[in-house]
């Protein structure tokens, strides 16, 4: 069977912020248990951030309920305490 080496020269831009991936990228060549070449792509670095910020975010915020849920718990159970 002929084989063939073409080479492809393209860009990659991040799908959600537009950023240019080119420099994120590498190429794997065939291994003995798949037939075809890959291409693995690292997150942008602009979205890694802001996924960073929004889980910390979101953590503050998870923390800060469970710290009034148990504010209010104290403050019930001195309630009951005082009658």
Do not use: W
């Amino acid at each position: 069977m002929p084989s063939f080496d073409v080479e492809v020269e393209f860009e990659i831009y991040c799908a959600k912020c537009g950023a240019g991936l080119c420099s994120n990228g590498s190429t794997k060549s065939k291994n003995s248990y798949k037939s075809s070449n890959r291409l693995d792509m690292e997150p942008c670095e602009k979205c890694l951030d802001l996924a960073a910020d929004m889980a910390d975010g979101e953590a503050r915020d998870e923390l800060g309920n469970k710290i009034q849920e148990l504010e209010d718990e104290i403050t019930e159970l001195k309630a009951r305490l005082e009658v």
